[in-house]
């Protein structure tokens, strides 16, 4: 069985922005919630790298280990979704996960939460695949049609790869093999375990 | 042929390896650089900081944060550690509670009721009590439904009635903390005067309160008991509806680890007051005959005062006789 | 529990993923291969393969949410790359985008504006109908109104003080078409004063460029980068301002093992990946080339071979760079000899190498130079006209370099053809009307061939004393359609012009800054807003920075009240009375000149550039072809019924009538293809030999056509000037010619038919024959690397007009006071002034700017769409911590930042990061609706301003202009820094 991963080059991200915007346009994500960013490391010093970061969907991910109403659930190519009906918008998922990765609009009063929103690796959530509810909760489904997540396939300089992790993983590893050099997969170890020797 | 290759590569190796060691040490903006080569590396950010933090063109500053594995450890002790903490506490309490019940029953009054009856806290002091108490309790539940509801009632009610009552709970627990702050800060207040630990404290202590056997320490207002009841209440209230505002609004004063240890601090002290306050709770009902109604009416009978507060009685009396069964205005007491 | 997808679907999920990494273990290795353009191994090609295009294979379907939705596509505007978007509309509305795995250019990618286009259609924040000004409130009026109004008024300047009083500033964002009758509409109306976007980015690249080889654009391409060996980017940051560039880019530097050098005064995104960052001073690229040069001729690294055969004026630049020793060269730039020998070395030896540039380069006062000496970089190390090789300049959108072409310039007409009578005569036969007629319109036969005033300038040529501006009159009138004011130099001075203006007119999809600094400016009426639709709402071609035509259909119909570029200059026409002559051999229907017509017309016009052979059908074609390109390549397979052997878009010149089947040009000067293929030659432009004087007193006539240097399969072994109906006689080709072809020669120029050359025959018949024998038209010349008639023939550093280096001005000084386009230059007496009164002292750094990825231009488009502009919320500086740390700057606080001229100031953020060095400060130019410290934002008519406004970069811009274009200086200025 497939096992969806993301993995982001950091030897060819340019800190375009693509994936983020791209996301935004597939889901319509609205101002102040950022299923995906590009962080800047070492920024304008020589060894600078920009990594592109969103959910990873973890294998045991923690997001879902800690929360408390149990909302989140794995789908068989391995995406961690949730059910936005169930989240009682706590952060605690926050908290579990290594890469900032859920996000939660501001409604209410003082810092009061919203239902977590999270990068769904397009694929929808909890309703009938491609209906208008799981759009208007979660986005696009677009693993449903038989695509990849969007931010990917848009990627400027084919930095971000999505897809079954053995496949991208084998990408990398050809690539670094081939150039020579590679600052690793980024957040592998802490999203699934394992790294890419290479 | 296959020996020279790896030699080949070993020295490829070692001169990048070399290039690394002269890259590193060129001071900043220094002219000669290779940007490819002496780029940043997961591995060794990971090692160095246990975290990876970054530059992001958004003005949400959490997000700059790109790594940060101790998320993992927040997982392990919210799930595990937080759990065993918890249940100790608290079945722990209980159990210790239900042998001692059976073992010692209520504390009765031993010289039985006189019918004579003193103030002990006036309207006011008895509704701040019950209003913090009555929150506290609401906190309490709703509190440890994050912690324990999924284990123990999810699978019961089931996901929708389950996040319908949770997230009921969790409006119940973020509105009821102002009340509840407010009562820990007028508890403060108003009975910090009978608190401060003393002498008599360590006698108290030292007959262990009297609970085993038919002792009765002398005790002024508050015994050392009732003294260690009231500190939780001001520390640990203090403590938990401090790391409470800090969760309650994320990020406005910390980051990812502030926000970690804000809810390990309240969450450990929450199982931990509610253990402490199961004890309070047995006390002051099935476990002393004549305690509740301190809280209750608000007048203790004189034989429950001399048995469990003689000094304070004897205060009480210098001032003014005790009544004669009738209850009598707080107010009255003072003159 | 939850899991609703597992057990359903998890057959088609697995499905998908088998087939997947079925194909990924190399069962279609012929697709990959081909998609990647390597040879090897399928996991080799593998690793260099779009993810995309392995999915690409499944047959995606549509969800139930897009069922029924059709697919169109055009062309993303937001830079030079020529990306294609994908766009799926439902019921007239713009629903989705997809990846365009087609596209060999951009294969799938975007950056962050090309994937957010679809926000800038259905943008809440859009200008809905015409408004005008009226007591200082923007008013609603309809578009009747506002054409009579409009045209009225105009003719009224008209009449009082001529057609030159009124500037025509069109855009790159128009398509071709568009473009082409903004000019066509200036040359009805009677001026030079036609303009756009180019001239404030890479004229001075076209101007230089051209003359020195013949074609003032990009010669490779940016997929042909992949080729390189050695790629160096010199003032150009293409992370940022051409992302999906970089998608070659790192790529070529991957496969080929490439250097990949960035010189730069930052360190950029791109430089972040560089293999050899090199920081320079800003303003000293010129001695950075000629430092290089000196290694390349001290070692003997300069090709011998190349030089003598295709290269003119080799000891004229030996003189100028034996000037530049190491020693000298680290004075004037920093940059350590030993760091620049290193570069030098990769640059000659290890070949093919490229530079790019960007606005780096161009965006000085000596902008022309720079490029020159670029250009004179690649020719002596034999660096052009081969794959993997080249001047690969990065233009700043996707139709900067069609709108050049199209002659939206001050200088030419349409097409490179000049201004002079033989130009005009030439598009008055394409234009089927009368020569006379066009010059009656105009003032005078001398103004019509007159170069206009720039952009740049605009506001002094309305400002000026009536003297200072050599023309009737100064200018009364703005049209602007489409372009940014707040991307010009001098802010603070363009706002004098904006009060005296009678009329100023904005046609864009947003109401953009001339808007809000208009009202700024004090205007209470004289103010026209017309809604234009964006470019997914038009149909039509645009050129990529490589050259390639690519047809863009209309994704959906103009929305609101906008309309076509090409309806508002119809109306226009229309209003102004010569609609009927422009619109001659143009279908109109309902106000609306139809696209491929207008293309009909430049085919037929436009032989000098090879613009002729581009028919609409053909660019559909490739459109609808896009998968069969090769990446590498972007060659078609021969045996294609429909686009076989073509290169994609057809890069210009695609020789001949479409009928001749060329297919497009992909490496200009390549002499290593027959022409037929695409090869080429260096363009004798500028005579066939010139007279030297020599040191004795003597003179010598040099040949300045090529040395036993030709295209593959010439019929002509050697160098020959351009063909003319004399040189087919003479070389006995004209019987090749048909009838009909020697009956349109005979009309051309019926007293002298001989000297119709290949460029103004409407018929192409010189060209097929000159083809036929596999010989290019325009001849076979050496390029020069002494550009004799330029200000600086042999380019020269000048120091900048503000520089901090005072020390250097005497020895580098800027050239002398001079009249240029109409107007007075004086960068001489403001540099010198500057350096009288102690500037540097009081604005000690040196002031850069340049692009961010999210943003293009003056922004106001972009700065409206949410998805961008969440991403960039606050114009910024970028600041040195040690600059920072001496001023108590702190990273995200507020400071002032003041200018050397006009007391200019602003207020925006800090950014102290070691992007830039000591000394050096840098702002990105996208922001506008601040000034000095001023919100704007109740400026703009209610509802359309921008999301995100900020302080503009040109606020605190100052003096300078390139003498041979105009360009202005906003690369390197002074400034001073204050926390606020």
Redesign the interface.
């Known amino acids: ?2 096992r ?1 991963k993301f993995l982001c080059d ?3 991200c ?9 996301c ?3 889901h319509e994500v609205p ?2 919630i ?1 299923r995906r ?15 592109s ?1 969103a959910c990873m969907h973890c294998t045991d991910a ?1 997001c879902a ?7 989140f ?5 391995a995406v961690v979704l949730h ?1 936005k ?8 998922c ?7 990765a859920p996000q939660y609009p501001k409604v209410g009063n ?4 919203g239902k977590m929103d999270k990068c769904t690796y397009c ?1 929808g959530g ?2 009938a ?4 509810e799981e ?1 208007e909760k979660y986005g ?9 997540p ?1 931010c ?7 930095s971000l ?4 992790g ?3 993983a ?2 990398y590893k ?2 670094v ?5 590679g ?5 592998w ?2 999203a699934y375990r394992e ?1 890419i020797e290479s | 042929m296959v020996s020279f290759a790896r030699f080949v590569r070993a020295a490829v190796g070692a001169c990048a390896l070399l290039l690394l060691v002269v890259a590193a040490p060129a001071p900043v903006g220094a002219q000669q650089v290779n940007p490819t080569a002496s780029s940043v590396k997961e591995q060794q950010l990971l090692q160095e900081l246990n975290r990876i933090q970054g530059r992001v063109s958004i003005p949400d500053e959490r997000s700059g944060v790109l790594e940060q594995p101790q998320g993992r450890q927040w997982r392990e002790f919210h799930n595990v550690t937080l759990r065993w903490i918890g249940g100790i506490a608290i079945i722990g309490m209980l159990a210790v509670l239900v042998i001692f019940y059976l073992t010692r029953g209520m504390v009765r009054l031993e010289s039985g009721r006189s019918g004579r009856t003193l103030v002990r806290f006036n309207i006011y002091e008895r509704f701040v009590h019950w209003m913090t108490a009555t929150c506290f309790i609401i906190l309490a539940i709703s509190g440890l439904n994050i912690t324990f509801g999924r284990p123990l009632l999810l699978p019961l009610i089931g996901f929708e009635n389950f996040s319908e009552w949770s997230l009921w709970a969790k409006y119940a627990h973020n509105y009821l903390s102002f009340p509840f702050t407010i009562g820990v800060v007028l508890i403060l207040l108003m009975w910090i005067g009978g608190n401060i630990p003393n002498k008599v404290d360590v006698e108290w202590l030292k007959r262990g309160g009297g609970i085993v056997g038919h002792d009765h320490p002398p005790a002024y207002r508050f015994n050392a008991g009732q003294k260690a009841v009231y500190w939780i209440v001001v520390i640990g209230g203090g403590l938990v509806a401090a790391s409470g505002y800090v969760l309650m609004f994320p990020f406005y004063t910390t980051g990812i680890e502030g926000m970690q240890m804000a809810q390990i601090v309240h969450s450990v002290v929450a199982v931990l007051f509610v253990a402490a306050m199961i004890a309070h709770i047995y006390i002051g009902t099935i476990g002393m005959e004549g305690a509740f109604e301190a809280m209750g009416t608000g007048e203790v009978d004189v034989n429950w005062a001399r048995e469990h507060h003689s000094l304070w009685l004897d205060e009480q009396m210098a001032r003014t006789g005790p009544n004669d069964g009738r209850p009598q205005p707080a107010t009255a007491a003072a003159e | 529990m939850l899991i609703k997808r597992t057990h359903q679907h998890s057959p088609r999920q697995g499905s998908v993923v088998e087939s997947l990494a079925a194909r990924a273990g190399g069962l279609d290795r012929r697709s990959f291969l081909r998609k990647s353009g390597v040879a090897g191994g399928a996991l080799a090609a593998l690793g260099t393969m779009p993810l995309g295009s392995v999915r690409k294979a499944e047959a995606a379907k549509a969800g139930p949410l897009t069922e029924g939705a059709t697919i169109r596509k055009s062309i993303c505007t937001h830079c030079s790359v020529g990306c294609t978007v994908t766009a799926e509309v439902l019921n007239g509305v713009w629903i989705g985008q997809e990846p365009s795995w087609d596209s060999p250019i951009n294969r799938g990618s975007h950056c962050a504006k090309g994937a957010s286009v679809r926000e800038l259609v259905h943008s809440e924040r859009r200008l809905r109908y015409p408004m005008k000004l009226v007591g200082g409130q923007w008013t609603r009026v309809s578009w009747d109104t506002a054409i009579n109004e409009i045209g009225d008024k105009l003719q009224a300047v008209r009449e009082k003080s001529g057609p030159d009083s009124v500037y025509w500033l069109g855009s790159a964002k128009m398509t071709n078409e568009g473009a082409y009758l903004f000019r066509k509409l200036g040359a009805f109306w009677g001026t030079n004063n036609t303009d756009h976007q180019a001239r404030i980015c890479h004229s001075t690249t076209v101007t230089g460029v051209a003359n020195t080889w013949g074609y003032g654009a990009m010669t490779n391409s940016y997929n042909d980068i992949r080729n390189a060996k050695t790629q160096v980017v010199l003032g150009g940051n293409p992370a940022e301002a051409h992302p999906v560039s970089l998608q070659h880019l790192l790529e070529g530097k991957e496969l080929q093992k490439a250097n990949f050098v960035v010189i730069d005064p930052r360190l950029t995104r791109t430089a972040a990946h560089a293999t050899e960052y090199v920081r320079m001073r800003p303003g000293t690229d010129i001695p950075v080339l000629y430092g290089m040069m000196w290694h390349i001729l001290q070692n003997g690294w300069e090709d011998k071979e190349f030089i003598r055969q295709r290269v003119y004026g080799f000891d004229d630049i030996k003189k100028e760079v034996e000037k530049w020793p190491p020693e000298e060269v680290e004075r004037v730039t920093g940059i350590p000899g030993e760091q620049l020998k290193r570069v030098a070395k990769m640059f000659a030896t290890e070949k093919p190498a490229t530079l790019i540039w960007a606005m780096g380069q161009t965006q000085k006062t000596v902008g022309t130079a720079n490029v020159r000496a670029s250009c004179i970089a690649l020719l002596m190390t034999g660096n052009v006209g081969k794959a993997g090789a080249g001047a690969n300049i990065f233009r700043g959108h996707d139709n900067v370099q069609g709108a050049t072409d199209v002659g939206l310039d001050i200088v030419t007409l349409p097409f490179y053809y000049g201004l002079a009578e033989g130009a005009w005569k030439h598009w008055s036969r394409v234009w089927e009307v009368d020569y006379d007629f066009l010059k009656s319109r105009f003032d005078s036969k001398q103004i019509m061939e007159t170069p206009g005033i720039p952009l740049t300038r605009w506001f002094e040529a309305v400002t000026l004393p009536k003297d200072q501006v050599a023309q009737k009159d100064t200018v009364k009138a703005v049209f602007v359609q489409g372009h940014a004011s707040n991307s010009i130099t001098r802010i603070p001075e363009s706002l004098n012009g904006l009060k005296a203006l009678e009329l100023l007119v904005i046609a864009d999809p947003h109401p953009t800054t001339w808007a809000s600094l208009a009202v700024e400016a004090g205007r209470k009426d004289g103010v026209y807003i017309l809604p234009v639709a964006t470019q997914f709402e038009c149909k039509g071609s645009r050129v990529a920075s490589n050259r390639s035509l690519q047809w863009g259909e209309q994704i959906v119909k103009p929305i609101f009240e906008s309309k076509d570029d090409l309806e508002v200059i119809y109306l226009m026409a229309k209003k102004l009375g010569f609609a009927d002559q422009m619109f001659k051999k143009i279908k109109v229907e309902n106000n609306l000149p139809e696209a491929e017509d207008v293309l009909r017309e430049m085919n037929r016009g436009s032989w000098s550039t090879g613009y002729c052979g581009q028919s609409p059908e053909r660019l559909k074609a490739h459109m609808k072809n896009q998968a069969k390109f090769d990446m590498l390549t972007m060659r078609a397979p021969k045996d294609d019924p429909e686009v076989g052997g073509d290169y994609y878009g057809l890069p210009w010149p695609c020789w001949g009538s479409p009928e001749v089947k060329h297919p497009g040009t992909p490496l200009l000067y390549n002499t290593n293809l027959h022409v037929m293929d695409g090869g080429g030659t260096f363009r004798p432009r500028f005579g066939i030999e010139r007279e030297e004087k020599l040191p004795d007193g003597t003179t010598r006539k040099v040949s300045l056509l090529a040395d036993g240097s030709y295209s593959l399969g010439s019929g002509i072994q050697d160098g020959y000037p351009e063909f003319t109906l004399a040189s087919l006689k003479k070389l006995g080709w004209d019987s090749e010619l048909t009838e009909a072809e020697m009956a349109v020669i005979n009309k051309v120029n019926p007293a002298n038919p001989d000297t119709v050359s290949w460029a103004l025959d409407l018929s192409g018949g010189i060209q097929r024959v000159a083809l036929a024998h596999g010989c290019v038209p325009y001849g076979n010349g050496k390029a020069r690397m002494n550009a004799f008639g330029l200000p600086d023939p042999i380019p020269v550093h000048r120091e900048p007009i503000y520089t901090p280096r005072v020390d250097l001005v005497a020895k580098y000084p800027t050239l002398p006071d001079a009249k240029q386009f109409r107007m007075p230059n004086i960068g001489f007496s403001v540099q010198k002034a500057a350096v009288e009164k102690g500037i540097a002292k009081q604005f000690p750094l040196i002031l850069s700017s340049g692009r961010l990825v999210e943003y293009e231009g003056g922004g106001e488009e972009t700065r409206t769409n949410p998805w961008l502009a969440e991403l960039q919320q606050d114009m910024f500086i970028e600041i040195n911590p040690a600059d920072a740390a001496e001023r108590g700057v702190k990273d995200g606080g507020w400071v002032w930042v003041t200018g050397a001229e006009n007391n200019s100031r602003a207020r925006m953020k800090a950014l102290v990061t070691e992007r830039v060095g000591k000394g050096v400060a840098w702002m990105p130019f996208h922001f506008g609706g601040w000034f000095a410290g001023k919100d704007l934002r109740g400026n703009y008519p209610k509802g359309t301003d921008p999301i995100v406004l900020g302080e503009s970069a040109n606020t605190i811009t100052t003096y300078g202009y390139d003498p041979a274009t105009g360009m202005q200086e906003p690369k390197v200025t002074l400034c001073q820094i204050a926390a606020a």
């Open positions: 069985m497939a969806m950091a030897d060819r340019i800190e375009c922005n693509a994936c983020v915007t791209a935004k346009n597939e101002w102040g950022n960013r590009v962080v800047t490391l070492n920024d304008g010093k020589p060894g600078e790298r920009s990594i970061m923690p280990a800690v929360c408390p109403v149990n909302c659930y794995t789908t068989a190519d059910s009906d169930l989240c009682i918008g706590c952060g605690y926050f908290y579990a996960c290594p890469f900032g003082f810092g009061s939460r694929a909890p309703e695949d491609g209906s208008k759009y696009a489904n677009r693993l449903a049609e038989g695509k990849l969007l990917a396939e848009m990627c400027s300089t084919k790869l999505a897809g079954d053995e496949i991208i084998q990408i050809e690539r093999m081939k150039r020579g050099y600052s690793g997969a980024w957040g170890k802490t790294t």
